[in-house]
Structures are given as C-alpha cells and as structure tokens.
C-alpha cells in the first residue's frame, strides 16, 4: 500500500541555512573555508527555493547548517514552507532556542526537532563542543516536549563519546525523545582536517554497535527508537550512499549551490549551479553535475559487473575523490576496491598514531552585532557582555551588548 | 467511525497524512522521511484516527472498495507501527 517512488523527483531538501554556529565542534563536517559562508541566500532567496522544491517534488525539508537558529528569519522560512505544504525539520545544537523562539517556530508550523548532543554528561559533551553548551541544550529539549513536538537526540559519535552509548541512550529516555539518532562522523570538512584525532578503533566501533543492539533488545517497540548509522571506514561494503546520486535528495548549500550532497561541494571537475544561475528544476534534471554519477552507466570495474550495483551505487562519490582523487573510482571502502587498503591503512593510523583535535573556527553568529570570530574560549574571570547565541562570548573582541535572557547558545549537525 | 473491541490506531506524534499535487498521490510525512502511498493506503491512514480497529477500518474500506482483506490491513497496519508511524491509542496515556 505504499511504493517507492520512480518517478526520478527529490524527496527530500537539506536546506543549509547558513554556516554559522557558536560551537566548535572538531567532528564538523561544514566546510573549513572560511569562505565558503560569504553570500548566504537572503529570506526571499530561501521562500523561493522551497517553492520550486515543491514544485519539483520535495515533500520534506530539513533546515541546517551551521546553526539555523542565528537567522532571525527562520519562522518565516518555517511558515513559507509549512504553507507551501512542505514537512519540516529544524536541526539545530538549542542553544537559542528559547521558549518565545520556539513557540514562534510552533506557530509558524514546525514539524520536528533534531536537537544534537556532543555526549551524555555536560563535562565531556561540553569540552567537545569548545562551549559550555550541554545543560542549555537539556533545557531546549524539555521546551520541545512541552510544546507537542516530536523530539530526536541526534549524537555524531567519535573516539572521545562512542563509549558512552549506553549513556546517551539513557539521555534520551530522561528527555523523554522519540527517536534517538548515533550517527558515526561522517568525514568531511572539520572531521576530515581531524580524521586521526576522531577515528574510533574498530574495537570501540564493535562495542558500540553491541551496546546498540542491547539497548534496542531493552526497549523493543518503545521509545526512543535507535537509528543507528554505522562508522563506515570500518566497514568493508560500502553505504548507500544518499540512496544514489541525484536520486532521492538534494542540498541547498548558505550561498545557493545546488549539491547533491553536502559534501559533493569539494569534487573538482564538477561545476554545481546556484539557485541565483538556474532554476532547481534545471539543474536537478538537466546539469551536466547532477547527471554524472546518475544510474549506472558512469561504473567502472570493479562496480560495472557487480551484483550490488543497484543496491549501494558503488558508495560514496565524495569519498572516492577524497581518497583517490577520482570521483568516479569504486569507493574504497567496498573490499573489491583497488584502493581499499588505504582504508584499512587509515583505520589503522589513526588508532597506531592519534592526533590532538583542531577544534572548529566558525565565522561570526552576526546576532546582536557579533562580529567577532568564535575562535578561542573566554579568557578566565572576563565579564564581557555577551550574545545569546554564542554566550558564553565568543571571543574578547565580541562587543554585544545582547540580554542575557532565558535562551541559549547553539549547535546542530549538519545532515 | 466506530470500530470494533481491538487495538485502536491513530497517526504517532509528527506524522502528517498528505496529498502531493506533484505526483497526485497520498502521502505519509513523518521525521524519518516520506512515504508515497497508494489509494487504499491513504484510505487505511486516514481511518487510523483513533476510533477504528482492524476489523473497523476493514469494513469502512469495504464499503468503497472491492475485496478487501483483513490480513492485508492487518499486515499493513502492522508494518506502519513497527516503523513508528502509528500507534494504538491509549487514553491512559499521553504518549509521553
Ligand atoms: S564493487 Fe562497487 S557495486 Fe560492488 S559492492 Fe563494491 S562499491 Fe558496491
Ligand atoms: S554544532 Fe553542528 S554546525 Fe556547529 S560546529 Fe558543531 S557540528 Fe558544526
């Protein structure tokens, strides 16, 4: 009584609101160019994306960064895309995520929160997130369940909180979530620059999947529900990944390039349109990047001749460019790769070699005239005033001057 | 829409039942993601409203469709809730 859909139209938008984010999270998968933030799309930019998002077929949107709570447009996009008939996702870290914001949000019609924690306990989730975060973000899920709304506790897992499983499960039934989302990082961007820092031993990947199962053993039909994304260089079969290029999903990155994923930015040689060139319907359909790696006919042994060809679409084009530098190379994840000993070299270094991890440099939060990178911690006994998205301040040369309500700082993961 | 002695069903917490003009097809949003349904889907969906059993929502589907099966509904119903896209409706409690 219900079909995949064959029709060749998304499903499904990620909406990268902007790549601001008072966290610092070294497990970032946003892009390390600072660069890469200049000209985010403005709110009538957004309104009209997510009209020819519907028109194209997304019934879905995720709206993510960066933080998407450090646009003070946000309710609006959220009514514009409600109206429209959309479903809507805020994925966001709730730090500003205050009671008047969310019942802005409410009323504007949101759908879902995915609320991210950087782990179970404030010490060790707030020394990842580079903030003092943790015990806002309890507050924010508390807000959400009052308000009716579906709640997801969404954990990237790494070397220093993939242990704490059990604990995060635990979490998520105190915050009362409906579905609890343990994501192993996904390495682009910051997770890339940090790979040997965040890599989990293949010992710690195997325990965390046996505490998944236990805990999904304990709870059986109740929630949280567990979605579990496994840590993938460990692996040998490669992911599904986005159920194939340009298939089912699309990514609007801040400044209006159309990816197909948002990772696929990096890939060299493939020339992504803005929403500012072309209509989506175009470039969906029609653009020589969306159509490269489509259906089958751009495999190479040994993928072209493979019974799973259908099933994993030969991996993840971003990874196969970003460890072979060539896109359309058999992701070397799959055992049947050529390159599939740099994975295992990989695993293998990290866990033989460990780095310290470079924390996250994020542009200003631009809330309450912000201007100032979020890059080092307060200096000890500094009472600067500060803004509510990036409190406690973001840096010695923050000069806002922003009231220190009841609301919060922030954080989400991208994805 | 009465409905029978057994478990009653109702749409879980987010999940919306919909028309997409685009494809002219019923669907199921929920925060996972989407679910295209076909005629006799949406139907079942939007008589999981809470009022209605199997065995109810069976015999309302009957009287606009031929043959109709129990085991089908059953089936279907079955799968929506192991996905946590419906779930009984229990006024004892609040769902949280
Ligand atoms: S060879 Fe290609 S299609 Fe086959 S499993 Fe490996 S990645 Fe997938
Ligand atoms: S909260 Fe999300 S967007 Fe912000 S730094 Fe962490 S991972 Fe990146």
Same mark, same amino acid.
């Given at each position: 009584?219900?079909?995949? *859909? ?26 390390? $160019? ?14 009209? /994306? &997510? =009209? ?16 998407? &709570? ?7 996009? /959220?009514?514009? +895309? ?17 009671? @008047? ?64 499983? %059990? ?17 192993? @990082? ?24 046996? @505490? ?22 460990? =692996? ?25 994923? %948002? ?15 072309? %209509? ?39 990874? +196969? ?14 055992? &049947? ?12 270094? +990290? ?7 470079? *924390?996250?440099?994020?542009? *200003? ?14 200096? @000890? ?13 973001? #840096?010695?040369?923050?000069? #806002? ?15 | ?18 028309? $997409? ?13 989407? &679910? ?7 139907? /079942? ?44 409706? $229990? ?6």
């Amino acid at each position: 009584m219900s079909a995949a *859909p064959q029709d060749g139209r998304p499903l499904g938008l990620l909406a990268e609101l902007t790549y601001r984010c008072p966290l610092r999270c070294a497990y970032c998968s946003n892009p390390v $160019d600072p660069g890469a933030s200049a000209g985010e799309l403005a709110f009538a930019e957004w309104c009209r /994306v &997510l =009209d020819e998002a519907r028109a194209l077929g997304v019934l879905q949107v995720h709206l993510s960064g960066g933080e998407p &709570l450090v646009r003070r447009d946000l309710p609006g996009i /959220v009514a514009h +895309a409600h109206r429209i008939g959309l479903y809507t996702s805020l994925i966001t870290g709730g730090q500003a995520l205050s009671a @008047a914001r969310l019942a802005a949000l409410t009323a504007a019609g949101l759908d879902h929160v995915q609320l991210s924690v950087q782990d179970a306990r404030a010490a060790e989730a707030d020394a990842i997130a580079g903030r003092p975060v943790h015990a806002r973000k309890l507050a924010a899920a508390a807000l959400v369940v009052r308000a009716g709304l579906p709640l997801t506790v969404n954990a990237v897992l790494h070397r220093a909180n993939i242990g704490s499983v %059990p604990a995060l499960v635990a979490l998520a039934e105190h915050l009362r979530a409906d579905r609890l989302e343990l994501a192993n @990082a996904q390495y682009y961007g910051w997770a890339l620059l940090n790979r040997r820092a965040l890599l989990p031993t293949r010992e710690q990947a195997d325990a965390a999947e046996a @505490a998944v199962r236990a805990a999904r053993r304990r709870l059986g039909d109740g929630r949280p529900e567990i979605v579990y994304v496994p840590a993938d260089l460990h =692996d040998d079969v490669p992911k599904p990944c986005m159920q194939g290029w340009g298939a089912r999903q699309l990514t609007v990155a801040p400044d209006g390039k159309v990816l197909p994923c %948002p990772a696929a930015a990096q890939i060299s040689g493939l020339a992504f349109l803005t929403v500012r060139q072309a %209509p989506l319907e175009e470039i969906w359909f029609r653009s020589p990047a969306f159509n490269r790696f489509r259906g089958t006919d751009w495999m190479r042994e040994p993928c072209r001749s493979c019974p799973r060809r259908e099933l994993d679409h030969g991996g993840c084009r971003c990874q +196969a460019f970003q460890l072979t530098g060539d896109a359309a190379a058999t992701d070397p994840v799959c055992r &049947l790769s050529p390159h599939h000993a740099l994975v295992t070299g990989i695993v293998r270094d +990290a866990g033989e070699r460990p780095a310290e991890p470079v *924390p996250r440099r994020s542009p *200003p939060c631009g809330l309450n005239s912000c201007r100032a990178p979020h890059s080092s911690s307060r200096p @000890a006994g500094s009472r600067r005033p500060t803004c509510p998205c990036c409190r406690p301040p973001c #840096s010695a040369r923050c000069r #806002s001057a922003a009231p220190v309500s009841g609301s919060a700082t922030s954080s989400s993961v991208p994805g | 829409m009465a409905g029978g002695g057994g478990v009653r069903w109702r749409l879980c917490r987010g999940v919306r039942l919909g028309h $997409d003009p685009v494809r002219d097809t019923g669907v199921l949003l929920h925060p996972e993601g989407v &679910l295209l349904l076909n005629e006799t889907g949406a139907a /079942v969906l939007a008589l999981c409203d809470g009022t209605a059993d199997v065995d109810g929502i069976t015999a309302a589907l009957s009287r606009r469709y031929a043959a109709v099966a129990a085991e089908d509904v059953e089936q279907f119903v079955r799968r929506l809730a192991r996905r946590h896209l419906i779930e009984p409706d $229990d006024p004892t409690e609040t769902g949280r």
